[in-house]
């Protein structure tokens, strides 16, 4: 049985993109020491925060992924094509 590779959803690569710009391209935005959230400098609080947001994300990115592949079976299922 051979597996193709299939392109990802636009969904799933925003998903997974979105820490990646959010971390790298917004930080100069805001980069000073005040305000502080929770007795941390905005920035470093920006910055943690990501770390499980990030994880959302790609679990959000594998949600649409699998929801595709799950709909993609039922079709074949049926014999149904595109």
């Not at 400098?41 to 594998?62: H, Q």
Request: aromatic share 14%.
């Amino acid at each position: 049985m051979e597996r193709s590779m299939r392109k990802p959803t636009v969904g799933a690569v925003l998903l997974a993109c979105l820490p990646f710009f959010a971390v790298c391209f917004s930080v100069s935005l805001w980069d000073r020491v005040y305000p502080m959230v929770f007795g941390l400098p905005f920035n470093l609080f920006w910055l943690m925060s990501w770390i499980p947001l990030t994880s959302a994300c790609l679990w959000g990115a594998y949600r649409l992924q699998a929801s595709r592949r799950h709909e993609e079976i039922r079709q074949q299922g049926r014999g149904e094509t595109e």
